[in-house]
């Protein structure tokens, strides 16, 4: 399955070229790549507007993360290698991704908040702009769920869906330990993956950055294995809606002090289902501040204030314990309550009252980021960075070779550019 992410970016351009025609974006493609080379043009533009343009990096779908690219620089080729070889050329690290960039600005449209990632880059000077991608994303995802009505013939009590298990999300394997411990696996519609998918290894044999997560029991004798594909967070089951009351959500960050809420805390909401949270401290409020009620009138949702993951964790289970013990009218009676938040989320999700907040928070904050980008100061770093390359004859003997030319303004149209900006930006 191909998941059309670049209308979303092409949306975006859209919102910024109301704004200035001096933006370019930049999204990782294939989407979800941590490679360098895969943060690529939306648009192919002209050579010399990529230099004369303030690069807008989508870093929206993943976690924001700082320290991956500390010791990751660019590969140096063309004119980039001559640049990379004059006295006096700035060395780039590409963890900073845009200070490559002759204009010296650069921003980032982001995705999470009370983030030290972020802090990181705001420090490196990139003006960032917040909106809850997933949250748009999901509109488009599950926008068939809108017609589908559930017709409930429960088999287990809680539906789990638990596929990867590297990075972030390193805690699911501890949360499927507990289900065992506590005796909770058979009330579980749930499946894991002993060998993680995207690294290839059993858990046995993984290094766990928080030991914490590393299971003491044989997972894979308690669940069969989850043979579901990446994309599968894409879609949605309703069979699996009808066969269970309440889905425990595992979200991409937990152990982590961020606010990055993805799809998987959507497709309940988008499907009329009860959901219990696991993500980091204060996703319930995050959820309740986009207008969405949760649960906490009708069971403990004191879990969701606890900052210790272990703790958090544990909270949860307990609640599942709780849930479970429940006798048929009490559970009958709370899954009543239940209903009436789930109709409230899922009409209320698919209404033109949401859409509009997100898309507007999203226009907002573009605006704000390129209004704090002062565009005179942007170009007359453009201009300093060509006079001091134009100074150099490597540089001109490049733009002069004729392998060169058909990809390259001659060195004539180069002088053009620049008299033009010192003309628009001196005076």
Not at 9 to 33: A, F, L, W
Not at 272 to 291: D, N, V
Not at 393 to 411: R, V, Y
Request: with cysteine.
């Amino acid at each position: 399955m191909s998941i059309p992410l670049d209308r979303l970016y092409h949306y975006i351009d859209n919102i910024v070229k109301e704004i200035t025609d001096n933006v370019v974006i930049y999204r990782v493609y294939p989407h979800g790549s941590k490679n360098l080379e895969d943060f690529t043009q939306l648009d192919s533009i002209d050579w010399l507007e990529t230099f004369t343009s303030i690069p807008l990096i989508c870093t929206d779908q993943e976690p924001l993360t700082y320290e991956y690219y500390q010791n990751i620089q660019r590969p140096s080729v063309g004119i980039g290698k001559i640049i990379k070889s004059l006295p006096g050329s700035p060395r780039y690290n590409f963890r900073q991704l845009g200070r490559n960039h002759p204009a010296n600005s650069y921003s980032i449209l982001h995705s999470e908040q009370r983030s030290l990632n972020l802090k990181k880059y705001q420090d490196d000077h990139y003006i960032t702009a917040y909106y809850w991608s997933h949250a748009i994303i999901s509109l488009e995802w599950y926008r068939y769920a809108q017609h589908v009505t559930q017709k409930k013939n429960v088999t287990k009590r809680f539906l789990i869906y638990n596929r990867a298990w590297s990075g972030t999300r390193e805690y699911r394997l501890k949360f499927s330990e507990l289900l065992i411990k506590e005796s909770l696996e058979n009330n579980c519609k749930m499946n894991i993956n002993p060998i993680e998918p995207e690294l290839g290894i059993h858990y046995k044999l993984h290094k766990f950055s928080n030991p914490l997560w590393c299971p003491t029991v044989v997972l894979e004798n308690y669940f069969s294995t989850n043979n579901a594909q990446s994309h599968y967070s894409a879609d949605f089951d309703i069979e699996d809606y009808n066969s269970t009351d309440i889905e425990v959500v595992l979200e991409t960050l937990f152990d982590d002090g961020r606010l990055h809420l993805t799809e998987k805390s959507l497709r309940p909401i988008a499907c009329g289902q009860p959901f219990i949270l696991a993500a980091t401290h204060g996703s319930l409020e995050y959820l309740r501040s986009y207008g969405f009620k949760t649960f906490g009138d009708i069971w403990d949702e004191s879990y969701d204030l606890i900052e210790d993951p272990q703790k958090r964790l544990h909270a949860i289970i307990d609640l599942m314990k709780k849930i479970n013990s429940w006798d048929t009218t009490t559970r009958e009676k709370k899954l009543a309550q239940a209903h009436d938040i789930t109709e409230y989320n899922k009409n209320y999700f698919f209404s033109k009252e949401f859409f509009n907040l997100i898309t507007a928070e999203l226009k907002n904050n573009l605006q704000l980021a390129i209004e704090q980008i002062n565009m005179k100061s942007a170009m007359l770093s453009v201009i300093d960075w060509w006079s001091f390359l134009l100074s150099h004859k490597q540089i001109e003997d490049f733009f002069m070779a004729d392998e060169n030319k058909h990809t390259h303004p001659s060195i004539d149209q180069l002088k053009e550019h620049l008299q033009n900006l010192k003309n628009q930006y001196l005076l």
